[in-house]
């Protein structure tokens, strides 16, 4: 079972990852887009978006920190482990909260708004579902193990054994041994990547960075009338032949 959860479940949902990729942008480019409703409605989208994203950003730097940066390197540049766990609880909880705010409002907003409920489909709820399970997941391990109950230095199992997948040297008895809201967590995280390129989030590959500051849609209105065409030279020379040869 723990090479089953620890070895092939991720390596399968890597897989998934890269190969989905790869599929949509060949087979569904016109699906590479975040599929928006703002004309549908905007008032609980210019607020939920932003937190959302914003959340997500710094939920994501937080993880990289943690499981990719070994705990020897933060000692050598001076960062003491009881500095690092109180940074890293910290910014997780504030970043968390935020991203909880943006999903919960855009949550709502595709079962209230009548007209953006009728455009969700099956795909946009079952990423809702992941997300919600991925965030309640990872704040019962920040708040509640860490900074409520006795706290868990993941950075010695849980990260070490992250690394591992990437050196083919996954150590599975790390993570037998770990808690089992971060087994949970770790076993959804990799079936998020497995479900990414078959929603939406493909469209985080197009513009990233510039999703923290753009418009979702630009939408541009004209605020005067239309300038009539002017016709071509070609065509006022024709009427004025045709004009001469009636008259005669």
């Avoid at 991720?10 to 897989?15: D, F, G, I, T, V």
């Amino acid at each position: 079972m723990n090479t089953l959860l620890w070895v092939a479940l991720p390596y399968a949902c890597l897989a998934v990852f890269t190969a989905g990729h790869i599929w949509r942008w060949r087979h569904d480019q016109f699906g590479w887009t975040t599929h928006t409703s703002q004309l549908l409605e905007s008032r609980l989208l210019r607020l939920g978006s932003p937190l959302f994203h914003l959340g997500a950003f710094g939920v994501i730097g937080g993880h990289a920190l943690g499981l990719l940066v070994p705990a020897t390197l933060t000692e050598r540049i001076g960062v003491s482990e009881h500095v690092y766990h109180l940074v890293s609880v910290s910014a997780g909880t504030v970043t968390g909260v935020v991203m909880i705010a943006g999903l919960v409002l855009l949550i709502a907003r595709r079962f209230v708004n009548g007209r953006v409920r009728r455009v969700t489909t099956t795909m946009d709820k079952v990423l809702y579902a992941f997300l919600a399970a991925m965030v309640v997941l990872g704040m019962t391990a920040t708040v509640g193990r860490n900074m409520l109950g006795g706290g868990y230095d993941y950075r010695e199992t849980i990260a070490v054994w992250f690394r591992g997948i990437f050196w083919f040297r996954p150590h599975t008895e790390l993570m037998a041994g770990a808690p089992l809201v971060y087994q949970l967590h770790a076993i959804g995280g990799f079936l998020f990547l497995a479900l990414w390129p078959f929603t939406r989030l493909v469209h985080v590959w197009s513009a990233p960075l510039a999703y923290l500051w753009r418009p979702y849609v630009v939408y541009r209105a004209r605020r005067s009338p239309a300038p009539a065409p002017r016709p071509a030279p070609a065509v006022v020379r024709d009427a004025g032949r045709q004009k001469v040869s009636s008259d005669r």
